[in-house]
């Protein structure tokens, strides 16, 4: 067992209530280590399950999979995981559909966060869900009616050929922040509706990096090579997924996994926390145009990426993690590296937040800008650094521990202003915090094996785990299958994030929609893995050209 | 705590001083890379005894083994390897190495592709196709206590000599001597 | 007259030669002080132009109306650069009142440098141009007022008075403050290079232009910079000409355009894009005082 289990006092409690409040709609409550309590319900009780579960016992919504599991059960499934941060546990409310029509009720209503897992649940599970409006999603216009890539009797590796997309005439004047935008890292595209300066509305339409990693996970790839799909899921976290997925099979394997590999594996992730923050200290820096910022904390952080492949061969796919331990050691001389390069990188970044907050036009553009108030971070569900920066303490190292961070203390920086300035101060403390924390772990770094002898891994075991990426929170869901995951889940943290964006953008100068984007640091590879869903579902305003800019003509489209 | 005086993002002077400049002119001097590099394999072909351990837990295919005719050949080809280092963990005979090559990039697909080939063994007996290399029988006759010639045998071969060891036991069998 | 034409002359093809160079030390400098390698060379903007200058010519939305534009830009820099005075007064005005003549002369680069790429018609230059625009309004006002003053306070409405007269020292030096700031703002610089923002508006006003028309409007931009700081070295130098005489008069310009020009390179390196609802606000504060100051002490006679 990897995680930390939640008191069973504590669980004690919740299963009574829930008992006490569900006892007649539930048809099985029920405990299972590794995964949390599991609550089966008919699909017509949703609803009032998840009042029960969102509202009264407020649990934050955390993912939500679908999945087919006719060949086992002849239904389909879903799986709505909710967690309550205070003691560390989670509610699997799990309701089955039947295979021919697979339907069910919306909760996004209940709980906002939902809206893009229901989507996702539609586009790729083609599992309708009611009362809400439904549309495409992930998969591309031109994709075919009918064709549900996440069911079992499609394969991984067909190509159906497009279909041509109805085209609608786009006419207006909006500001195009992708696909290819030089603020973003990677392809997404937000359009921003503006008046004058301001942005009144905004729509996101991602997806175009989805790659099918989950279909691909449950199709051709065995256990232990999942890992190395699962580290290239994103370009700066990958191996937090990694983490994660190795440490939801363990949870459902019941695989004890040696100290000494939790606590290497929590090294590694500390380290590339440093990395990813740092990284996003000199994007920043940039997007304001302090260029100067951006070189030198990319300098600093080339030190963290040159600790990164001492520790595992390689600078950013580490490829050192298996179900079970992890494949390198470190050893003496790499700990006193480690200790001196982290000293290191400490007093510089003390310097150079020293230099860059002392930047006037810093400082102002940052503060006030894309404020995302407590009341709607809470109503989405943020996570990671958006969520500390509105006032809320999640941080799962501390509420659902894992790895090696049951052994060390440390601080989580909360803020709660809610602006950008506030989200680029929680990664700086962060960053420090990190530093601290790597610290403890080589202190207490146990003697033993890497590795856990004979692994074995049975059949339909559930399993969750979650892991604290730089980006917040990162959630994966196994069952296991023979030989290779039957269902894989992946949510990343932006996923969870993107949504809120429409709170913090609206209203605000358009010079602050680049910051405001990125100061979710946003890593659409992760989210892009699974199906986008589309932000704005209100009316839309456009407002001609001409009042833009008092001139006669049309504006283009690019 | 934000000095707003206009003097103090001069500072930035004294951290680039300190700093000096980091970056290096690759390719016209050597890449910064470290002691734990992984670049692409080397696979030794006198020590490859061709039993596809590596091509079985090669996460992106990079090594497949292919069966050309009585050869069975190992294709490693760098265009898919991810530069994991698996096979070099599992190979039971230590023929995979991992080098620190990686500017690899050419303009001819072959150069990217290396072989290693093998011979198919054939049962002594009947002639029939094994799964086995030779180099493998040769890898288990040294470490198990089994013969030479019994290893060498088909499938099929060995449950006839199973059976009428069998037969010949109880006496169902009776064997021919050569005159 | 013989001499001040030919140094003039020469004088005019250092600085159109070297204000690719000096946009390449600058280059460099920034380099050392992100701790980096950057180009290899300091002619590394002129290779720039020169490889812009081999691609093909595409025409943006706006058809030929652009490249028509950015020609005229160019064109009227060079004449700008043939008319300036080069640390003494420039003959070849023929005796109008140049200070006059070339605060318009750099209102209309502005201009032309804002139509050029609003006739390109694309939704980020139109932003562009509306914040450049917007802060120009601002920008050009107090570069007017301060041209205007000086003519004030000289008595005369041609560099000729500044390089006679006497002028009130403290007043004289709060309106080459503000001249000096004006200069910098005008010429697109960070914290106030709002119309080019790269990150926000994928090059905003630039965003359309590319091969030899890109080539022509950066080097008209480079050179539009040596006009701006050339007008403030010459604010230091004229009132030296007396003593100076022609030749080290163009010698002190020179030095003094260079010198000021990596000043101003080293102050956009340090700071951050400002905001377009921030910028004018920030600038008033910074201009009014001033304004305010240089007019009392000009009135007084101090």
């Keep these: 067992m990897v995680d930390v289990e939640p008191r069973l006092e504590d669980v004690e409690k919740i299963r009574k209530e829930l008992e006490v409040k569900l006892g007649n709609i539930a048809r099985r409550i029920e405990y299972v280590s590794g995964a949390g309590l599991i609550v089966e319900v008919p699909k017509d009780s949703i609803r009032d399950t998840v009042k029960v579960v969102h509202d009264e016992l407020d649990a934050y919504l955390r993912v939500i999979a679908g999945v087919d599991e006719r060949p086992i059960k002849g239904v389909f499934s879903s799986y709505y995981v909710f967690g309550l941060d205070n003691i560390g546990l989670n509610i699997i409310i799990t309701t089955y559909m039947d295979s021919e029509n697979p339907s069910i009720s919306t909760i996004a209503d209940i709980a906002p966060s939902a809206d893009w897992y229901e989507l996702e649940m539609y586009d790729l599970l083609g599992i309708r869900v009611e009362n809400r409006q439904l549309y495409r999603f992930v998969l591309p216009e031109d994709w075919p009616e009918g064709l549900y890539p996440l069911r079992k009797d499609v394969a991984h590796n ?25 603020a973003l890292h990677e392809p997404e595209y937000f359009e921003l509706y503006v008046e004058g300066e301001r942005v009144v509305d905004v729509r996101y339409n991602g997806f175009h990096v989805h790659r099918g990693i989950e279909k691909l996970g449950e199709s051709r790839f065995t256990y232990q090579q999942v890992p190395f799909l699962a580290e290239r899921i994103c370009g700066i976290c990958g191996f937090v997924h990694s983490v994660c997925y190795t440490q939801a099979v363990e949870n459902a394997a019941k695989i004890e996994v ?15 926390r440093l990395h990813s923050h740092l990284l996003w200290v000199g994007v920043a820096c940039h997007l304001l145009g302090y260029d100067a910022g951006f070189m030198h904390a990319w300098r600093i952080r080339e030190k963290t990426m040159v600790l990164a492949e001492l520790l595992t061969g390689s600078r950013k796919t580490y490829g050192i993690n298996l179900i079970g331990g992890v494949r390198k050691d470190i050893n003496r001389d790499k700990i006193d590296t480690v200790l001196k390069t982290i000293k290191w990188v400490e007093d510089e970044f003390r310097k150079l937040v020293e230099v860059i907050t002392s930047v006037p036009q810093v400082v102002k553009r940052a503060s006030g800008t894309g404020i995302l108030p407590r009341h709607e971070a809470r109503r989405y569900s943020v996570v990671g650094p958006v969520a500390r920066a509105s006032g809320l303490n999640r941080d799962v190292r501390k509420d659902y521990p894992y790895a090696a961070y049951k052994y060390v203390s440390f601080k989580v920086p909360v803020y709660t202003e809610g602006d950008n300035l506030a989200r680029l101060l929680v990664r700086v403390d962060e960053i420090f915090e990190s530093i601290n924390i790597i610290r403890q772990l080589l202190d207490q770094l146990p003697s033993g094996s890497i590795m856990a002898e004979d692994i074995e891994i049975p059949e339909g075991k559930i399993g969750v785990s979650s892991v604290e990426a730089p980006r917040g929170e990162d959630i994966h869901l196994v069952i296991t299958g023979k030989g290779r995951p039957y269902r894989w889940r992946v949510r990343a943290p932006t996923y969870q994030n993107i949504p809120a964006l429409k709170v913090m953008l609206k209203d605000a100068p358009l010079a602050d929609a680049p910051l405001t984007i990125a ?5 659409f590879s992760c989210t892009d893995r699974v199906i986008v869903v589309d932000v704005s579902t209100r009316k839309r305003k456009i407002i001609s050209l001409r009042k833009l800019v008092k001139l006669e003509g049309n504006g283009c489209m690019i | ?100 090559e990686f500017e690899l990039a050419t303009d001819k697909i072959e150069n990217l592709n290396s072989r290693v080939v093998h011979q198919k063994s054939t049962c002594c007996s009947c002639g029939e196709e094994r799964v086995a290399t030779e180099k493998m029988i040769s890898y288990v006759v040294s470490r198990v206590p089994v013969s030479e010639a019994y290893a060498h045998m088909g499938s099929n071969c060995r449950k006839r000599r199973f059976v009428e060891g069998l037969m010949l036991g109880r006496g169902m069998l009776h064997v021919e001597t050569e005159k | 007259m013989l001499l001040q034409v030919s140094l003039i002359v020469i004088s005019f093809i250092i600085i159109v030669l070297l204000a690719p160079v000096l946009d390449g030390i600058e280059r460099k400098i920034k380099a050392k002080l992100h701790s ?135 007043a004289y030096a709060l309106i080459l403050l503000s001249l000096a ?55 230091i130098v004229l009132p030296l000409y007396p003593v100076l005489g022609p030749v080290f008069s163009v010698i002190a310009f020179l030095a003094a355009m260079i010198v000021l020009w990596i000043i101003f390179a080293i102050i956009s390196i340090v700071l951050a894009r400002s905001r377009i609802d921030l910028a004018p606000r920030g600038l008033l504060k910074i201009y009014l005082p001033l304004a305010i100051a240089y007019s009392i002490l000009g009135y007084i006679g101090v």
């Design chain 1, 158 to 182: 067909i190509r159906p050929p497009p279909t041509p997309a109805e085209k609608g005439v786009i006419t207006g004047p909006r500001i195009p922040v992708g696909p290819y935008h030089p």
């Design chain 1, 258 to 272: 040696p100290e000494r590999a939790e606590f290497i594996r929590s090294i590694i992730l500390e380290v590339e």
């Design chain 1, 519 to 523: 100061s979710i640091d946003p890593c």
């Design chain 2, 1 to 100: 705590m934000y000095d707003m005086s206009l003097l103090k993002p001069l500072k930035l002077i004294r951290i680039a001083r300190r700093a000096g400049v980091v970056t290096v002119r690759y390719p016209y001097q050597p890449p910064l890379i470290t002691d734990e590099f992984r670049g692409r394999i080397v696979i030794d072909a006198k020590k490859c005894i061709g039993c596809g351990a590596c091509v079985n837990v090669c996460p992106s295919n990079a090594l497949t083994l292919i069966d050309d005719g009585d050869k069975r050949i190992l294709n490693y080809f760098i265009g898919r390897c991810i530069y994991c280092g698996r096979c070099a963990d599992v190979c039971p005979v230590n023929a995979i190495t991992i080098s620190k």
């Design chain 3, 36 to 170: 980096r390698v950057g180009p290899p060379t300091i002619l590394q903007s002129w290779y720039d132009i020169l490889k812009l200058f081999s691609k093909e010519l595409v025409l943006p939305e706006g058809g030929y109306l652009v490249p028509i534009l950015v020609g005229l830009l160019y064109t009227l820099v060079l004449v700008t650069l043939v008319l300036m005075p080069y640390g003494f007064p420039n003959p070849l005005t023929l005796g109008l009142p140049d200070i006059i003549l070339l605060l318009v002369l750099i209102i209309a680069l502005q201009l032309l440098w804002s139509a050029s790429s609003l006739v390109s018609g694309n939704p980020y230059a139109t932003v562009g141009v509306f914040r450049e625009v917007g802060l120009g309004l601002v920008n050009e006002f107090f570069l007017a007022l301060g041209l205007i003053a000086v003519a004030l306070v000289t008595g005369s409405l041609g560099f000729v008075g500044l390089a006679h007269m006497a002028p009130p020292r403290l």
């Design chain 3, 181 to 235: 700031i004006a200069c910098y703002v005008a010429s697109g610089r960070i914290p106030y290079d709002i119309g080019e923002a790269e990150p926000e508006l994928a090059s905003g006003v630039l965003i359309e232009f590319s091969g030899p028309i890109l080539g022509l409007a950066l080097y008209a931009h480079y050179l539009k910079r040596a006009i701006l700081y050339g007008l403030v070295a010459n604010l």
